[in-house]
């Protein structure tokens, strides 16, 4: 299950456990009050969010019945997962709502893997929401202020926030209490917002795949001035090695669990290069990764020649 599928579930009975994982934190903590929403009467003693010594202590936890309400919420945090109850969830209270939360960062193909767990777990995913989420929340905050903030607007601090909700929340607030009254411009959030390090680290991407040295070069100077030159290698070369897959083998990235959206994007993307280039690419990055780290040169003078030698001559 997504996460935006979450609320409207629970308007059905709620179901006995649920593991929520991924990597935005404010989704996960969301999913956390979405759920224990469901506990009624008195909230003191129906919803328990602790961390649990022992499979038994939280089964025990479990098995008590709600005060004045019809469910009792309890979120198990530490280090116990769904299999150490998983005797418990073959026949479970049906006046209790177990939750695990998992914080499960993203692999290299930019996406999470389901993690396993018993029967009678419902898996919900909380990785960064569609932007098609983000614009009526965005919308809410401001609204607060007597602030416009527009569509494009919108739009812009998803992709410097790298579509996390935790940044996106505290940064739509200031935004709109610095436009109160008045309309947030795309200008307002490049000024006031921060980028991302994967927005930024994209944007140099973009411009080695048009082959804007000039502009990739302005990039790698303002990256060197943030510290933030180690990501780059990392990040760069996992988006060429997912390009230089969809170029060898397009149906094949359908085996890597991507949603429709990614998957066209990958293609539409590699088919701008030949399979060469991008394959001298990939090489490229990998001998500027080992200059630097055995230190024949600095992490800045290797990062500059890979993207001199990676823009030259542009799209094929």
């Not at 929520?20 to 999913?31: I, K, N, P, Q, S």
């Not at 019945?65 to 299999?83: E, N």
């Not at 302005?218 to 990040?235: C, H, Q, R, S």
């Not at 760069?236 to 991507?258: Q, V, W």
Request: proline share 4%.
């Amino acid at each position: 299950m997504e996460f935006s599928e979450l609320q409207k579930s629970l308007s059905d009975p709620p179901k006995p456990c649920y593991l929520l994982y991924g990597d935005d934190e404010f989704v996960l903590a969301r999913a956390v009050a979405l759920i224990s929403g469901v506990a009624g009467g008195i909230k003191e003693f129906n919803v328990v969010d602790k961390e649990f010594k022992s499979a038994t202590a939280l089964v025990e936890e479990l098995m008590q019945l709600p005060v004045m309400g019809s469910y009792r919420v309890v979120i198990a945090r530490g280090k116990l997962d769904a299999s150490s109850v998983a005797d418990y969830l073959d026949k479970p209270n049906p006046t209790s709502v177990l939750v695990f939360v998992s914080y499960t960062p993203h692999d290299s193909w930019n996406h999470t893997s389901t993690p396993s767990a018993p029967n009678g777990v419902t898996l919900v995913s909380c990785n960064r929401v569609d932007i098609k989420y983000i614009y009526s929340f965005v919308r809410r905050i401001a609204k607060e202020y007597g602030t416009t903030f527009p569509d494009k607007a919108v739009a812009r601090l998803y992709n410097r926030c790298g579509g996390y909700m935790t940044r996106i929340n505290s940064e739509a607030q200031k935004l709109s209490v610095y436009r109160a009254g008045g309309t947030v411009s795309e200008e307002d959030v490049d000024e006031a917002v921060e980028p991302d390090i994967e927005y930024v680290v994209y944007d140099l991407g973009d411009c080695i795949i048009s082959g804007n040295t000039a502009r990739a070069l302005e990039i790698v100077g303002e990256m060197a001035k943030a510290n933030d030159l180690t990501a780059a290698f990392t990040l760069l070369y996992n988006r060429f090695k997912r390009l230089f897959a969809a170029a060898l083998d397009p149906d094949g990235l359908n085996d890597f669990g991507l949603k429709p959206y990614m998957i066209n994007k990958l293609k539409a993307e590699s088919a701008k290069l030949s399979k060469r280039r991008l394959k001298s690419i990939i090489d490229m990055l990998a001998d500027a990764d080992m200059s630097y780290k055995s230190g024949v040169i600095s992490q800045l003078d290797a990062l500059t020649s890979f993207v001199s030698r990676a823009t030259y001559g542009g799209a094929d």
